[in-house]
Each structure stands twice: as C-alpha cells, then as structure tokens.
C-alpha cells in the first residue's frame, strides 16, 4: 500500500502545535490550521507548516514527532516510509525552515515539488530530467520552429484552443472537446496551458491526487479517458503566479516537453486569454495541427476573439474552426432564452472565411458537471436541457474530426515528395 495525503494528515493529526509564548501544546497541527500543504506519492510525503514564533530545534522536534507519527501510521496500513519532507513557511509562504527524513531511493514515483519564481526567473519544476535551457534565455524563433516537430514525437495532432478574453468558456471547450474526442476511441491529452489561471483541477476532479514524477517526467494523471497535466497541481491552490513572461514561458515547456504524454491522437492544449506569451511561447516550441478560437455571440467577445484569430494567422497556425460558447441558455425543461444573442460567432466566423465548429448551449448541469469534476456526465444525459448539451458537443467533436482530416491533407500536400526510380 502506498502512502496517501489523508495518511499524512491523520499523521499530523497527532502531534500538538506548540504555543510560541509558553511553549505548551495546543491544538494539534492540523485542526490549529498548522498544515498549509500535504502530499504524498508512493513512499515519499512532503508536508508544509506554517508555526510562527517557535525557535528551529523546536521545529526540529516537530519533524522528528512527524516522521515518527507517520512511520508509526504507515506500518498500522501496511506502508512504507522513505522520505519524509517538513518545510516551514512565514506568513508569505516563503520556505524559513526545512527537515529532511530519509530519501528518494528510485522507486516508482515520488511527489513534485512547487514550482516557484525567483528574482532571476523561472525556476524550473524540481525533480525533472534536465533537457531544456534556461527560461531566461528562451529559444530563437527560428530555432524553435525549424526543430518545432522534436518534442512530441508521439503525438500525431497538437491543437490550441484560445480565446481573445476571459470568461467566454475556452477551458469548458477543450475539456469537452478532449472527453468526446477520447469517447470515439482516440488516445487523448490534455494540456493546462492556463498558467495564471488553472482551472482543470477542478473540472477534471483532481482535487484528492497528487502530481507524480518517474524517470524524470511529470506522470500524466489519466481521468475521463484522457490524459492531463495542469500547473494548478503543482502550486498551492490559493497562491496567485505572480510571474514575468520568461517564468511562464519556462513553466509551460516544462510541462509540454517534460510530461511522459506516451503515444496520443490528440494533445488538447487550453492556453490563457489573449495574446501573451504561451501562446508565442507554444506556436515557436510545437508543430501545431491547428487551433480552435472560442467565442460567444456578442459582439464584445467577437472583437477580442478576432484578435486571437488572426494572432494564429500570424503565426502561421492553422484555424480549424471557431466555437460559439453559450449559444444559448436551456432550461432544465428544455426551453431556450438567448441571453447573449445567436449567432454572432458563426457570422463572424463566415466574414473571417474560417469554418464554423458548432453551437454550444449553456446548461444548469454542465455548470454542475464542471464544478465537480465530472464532464463525462455531459455526453450521458437523459433529460431534455443535457439532450441538448450532448447533441451540441457531439456535432462539434464530429465537425472537428473533418477539419482535422482537412488540415492533415493541406499539410500533407505542402511537403516534398522524393521519386525514386
């Protein structure tokens, strides 16, 4: 059996939070709010607390009662202890104090630790295989573009889904796109690219598991048929990224070429809103299949998703079709309202000459499927408003699949043919 992060916290559950004024026990470090951070992969645990005003060999003492507790919790379970991590943190959350119990010994996996920005930048995830340069020096376009077909080699269509703003529903889009893609028997990934604002671990229902890495590479968590690796897995929830363009950019190709993806049809690919860095960072790194532009019918999300589009136009990135999110809102009785309009996604689509994916309502259960985790629910419902839903997601992976077999034969036709006779 393996270690887990309710184990650890049952652990800690033992062991009083030492008053800094008297010294004397008080509530134990979990139910005193102590424990900011807790996981656990395997037989490795990693813990953070947060115990102002206590001197360091009382902190130490604590570490020792941890490790003790939580080798004393494993052996009743029948697990095993190799390393043990107990980080103290200040009130900003910078690292003031750390004890280390034992170590990695090369087994199957161990927990990743946060990525953090420092005042040089970037500081790549720790536990990684060493393979790329300093996100301060980022690649040459050039460079990049000519060798745009390295990284992944096992991933036969690398697709972007962006939008010109917030809030118009691109993750709820890629996350749906991926799920009914993997549902048609396609190996499928699925990419975070959202630096700043992850949402996947909620609408993927991440919450209880913890990142993993083997050999080097982060280990893709494998929900709803897909594959998926998010940064909001790999920081502490309610910590905002407070990062420069070269610290960004060096944390999304971690996570691009540093995830063992394995052979896959499809890597789904949710960038940020906007125009900013991913997404330049993302056209100069991959060898993209195409992009998909999310929208909603009005006219201010049409001025911004124009921009996105024509950003991937620029950038030499096929559009595979534009999405109109929230097309309309159906009630749980199956009636619809246009609150946003209709249409204006399409229409613009037609004047920009780019193909039309497809219309997706707004329903109270895809807001509630999201909020759980659980987008599967979206292709299987039986009452009138998910009929909807379902028969809107479907046609819009179905007109995908054709833009990407469009797309495929249009590059196919641009390489050079050697004749041999």
């Given at each position: 059996m393996s270690l887990s992060k309710d184990l650890v916290r049952h652990a800690l559950s033992t062991i009083p939070n030492p008053s800094p004024s008297t010294g004397d026990?008080?509530?134990?470090?979990?139910?005193?709010?102590?424990?900011?951070?807790?996981?656990?992969?395997?037989?490795?645990?990693?813990?953070?607390?947060?115990?102002?005003?206590v001197p360091p060999h009382v902190l130490d003492s604590i570490a020792r009662t941890a490790h003790a507790a939580l080798i004393a919790e494993a052996t009743r379970v029948g697990a095993k202890v190799d390393s043990l991590i107990v980080e103290y943190v200040n009130e900003p959350g910078d690292v003031v104090h750390t004890a280390k119990f034992g170590a990695f010994t090369g087994g199957t996996a161990r927990p990743a630790p946060a990525p953090t920005a420092e005042s040089g930048g970037h500081r790549p995830i720790g536990g990684l295989s060493d393979t790329q340069r300093p996100a301060s020096q980022p690649a040459n376009p050039q460079q990049s573009l000519s060798a745009a077909s390295g990284p992944l080699p096992g991933v036969k269509h690398i697709i972007a889904v962006g939008a010109g703003k917030g809030g118009v529903g691109k993750s709820s889009i890629a996350l749906n796109l991926a799920v009914g893609l993997a549902r048609k028997g396609h190996a499928v990934g699925l990419l975070d690219g959202d630096i700043y604002g992850p949402s996947m671990p909620t609408m993927l229902g991440l919450g209880t598991l913890d990142q993993a890495v083997l050999n080097g590479k982060l280990q893709p968590f494998l929900v709803h048929g897909i594959k998926s690796i998010t940064i909001g897995k790999l920081v502490d929830a309610d910590k905002p990224l407070i990062w420069r363009g070269p610290m960004a950019h060096g944390a999304f190709k971690q996570l691009v070429?540093?995830?063992a993806w394995g052979e896959l049809d499809y890597l789904i690919i949710d960038l940020p809103p906007g125009t900013g860095d991913i997404s330049l960072t993302m056209s100069q790194t991959l060898k993209l299949t195409g992009a998909v532009v999310v929208c909603t019918p009005q006219q201010v999300a049409q001025d911004d998703a124009i921009r996105a589009l024509r950003m991937f136009q620029q950038l030499g990135v096929d559009i595979?079709?534009?999405?109109?999110?929230?097309?309309?809102f159906v009630g749980d009785d199956g009636k619809e309202y246009d609150i946003f309009g209709r249409g204006g996604a399409q229409m613009m689509?037609?004047?920009c000459n780019v193909p039309f994916l497809g219309a997706v309502p707004i329903t109270m259960s895809l807001r509630a499927n999201s909020d759980t985790g659980e987008p599967t629910k979206n292709?299987?419902?039986?009452?009138?408003?998910?009929?909807?839903?379902?028969?809107?997601?479907?046609?819009l992976v179905s007109n995908f699949e054709s833009q990407i077999t469009l797309a495929s034969m249009k590059q196919a036709a641009k390489r050079p043919v050697l004749t041999i006779s």
């Amino acid at each position: 059996m393996s270690l887990s992060k309710d184990l650890v916290r049952h652990a800690l559950s033992t062991i009083p939070n030492p008053s800094p004024s008297t010294g004397d026990a008080g509530p134990d470090l979990v139910s005193s709010g102590a424990l900011q951070w807790a996981t656990a992969c395997d037989t490795y645990a990693s813990v953070k607390l947060h115990v102002p005003g206590v001197p360091p060999h009382v902190l130490d003492s604590i570490a020792r009662t941890a490790h003790a507790a939580l080798i004393a919790e494993a052996t009743r379970v029948g697990a095993k202890v190799d390393s043990l991590i107990v980080e103290y943190v200040n009130e900003p959350g910078d690292v003031v104090h750390t004890a280390k119990f034992g170590a990695f010994t090369g087994g199957t996996a161990r927990p990743a630790p946060a990525p953090t920005a420092e005042s040089g930048g970037h500081r790549p995830i720790g536990g990684l295989s060493d393979t790329q340069r300093p996100a301060s020096q980022p690649a040459n376009p050039q460079q990049s573009l000519s060798a745009a077909s390295g990284p992944l080699p096992g991933v036969k269509h690398i697709i972007a889904v962006g939008a010109g703003k917030g809030g118009v529903g691109k993750s709820s889009i890629a996350l749906n796109l991926a799920v009914g893609l993997a549902r048609k028997g396609h190996a499928v990934g699925l990419l975070d690219g959202d630096i700043y604002g992850p949402s996947m671990p909620t609408m993927l229902g991440l919450g209880t598991l913890d990142q993993a890495v083997l050999n080097g590479k982060l280990q893709p968590f494998l929900v709803h048929g897909i594959k998926s690796i998010t940064i909001g897995k790999l920081v502490d929830a309610d910590k905002p990224l407070i990062w420069r363009g070269p610290m960004a950019h060096g944390a999304f190709k971690q996570l691009v070429e540093q995830t063992a993806w394995g052979e896959l049809d499809y890597l789904i690919i949710d960038l940020p809103p906007g125009t900013g860095d991913i997404s330049l960072t993302m056209s100069q790194t991959l060898k993209l299949t195409g992009a998909v532009v999310v929208c909603t019918p009005q006219q201010v999300a049409q001025d911004d998703a124009i921009r996105a589009l024509r950003m991937f136009q620029q950038l030499g990135v096929d559009i595979l079709g534009v999405v109109e999110n929230m097309s309309s809102f159906v009630g749980d009785d199956g009636k619809e309202y246009d609150i946003f309009g209709r249409g204006g996604a399409q229409m613009m689509a037609q004047r920009c000459n780019v193909p039309f994916l497809g219309a997706v309502p707004i329903t109270m259960s895809l807001r509630a499927n999201s909020d759980t985790g659980e987008p599967t629910k979206n292709f299987t419902a039986t009452d009138a408003a998910g009929q909807r839903l379902s028969a809107a997601l479907t046609t819009l992976v179905s007109n995908f699949e054709s833009q990407i077999t469009l797309a495929s034969m249009k590059q196919a036709a641009k390489r050079p043919v050697l004749t041999i006779s």
